[in-house]
């Protein structure tokens, strides 16, 4: 593994307590830094943080909600006085099913989480780096938010959005030292798969042309790169982890 960059530095990485997020956070940590896991889920938030060792803390925050997210972002600066990187991790499925059917409920849960939540965190951590003139917000989308599958309507719009949202601010902020951009991964074997119906699981390895999901450490590996000093002239962009499947 290579080492990244990421000396003195602090992260607060959403969804950081399994997963995706998880593995994200280890390769920061590995690379120097310190992190902030941001979940709703306070058992194993802080069990993931014990495993990350001293320096490194657990936040419980439900980022749909705009005061939880506020409260997270002034205890996370109380005390690491600083976000020098911000990763949009935390995500939900909803449900495998045709537009048609779709629950209403369900679609306003997918838009809380992914979409509304993203924001929230974006907006509010956003003032903190601006004051530093100096920060790095990756957003976590999905190659479904570019090609749309089938029976996730919901995800694949709230994706998409993602897309458009990191290209928007990405050029708010061009001018600061502030950097945005969003990574697009195809399928990825995490717990998340537990929300998804096998039939779905196979369809979306059927498009992947390496005929197999990626790995969080893969994902994590590009994240990571993107949260360092290194990525300084690329903002508002799209970065591909899809196994050959994205075709744009």
Known sequence: ??????????????????????????????????????DRDLAAGRAAAERLGSGNAFVQVDVASESSVREAVQSTVRRAQRIDALVNSAGITGPNVKLWDYPLDAWQEVMAVNLNGLFLCCREVVGVMRAANYGRIVNIASVAGKDGNPNASAYSASKAAVIALTKSLGKELADTGVRVNCVTPAAVKTAIFDQMSQQHIDFMLSKIPMGRFGLPEEIAAMVGWLCTEDCSFSTGATFDLSGGRATY
């Open 1 to 38: 593994m290579n080492r990244l960059d990421f000396d003195g530095r602090h992260a607060v990485v959403t969804g950081g307590a399994t997963g995706l997020g998880f593995a994200i956070a280890q390769r920061l940590v590995a690379s120097g830094g310190t992190v902030s896991l941001w």
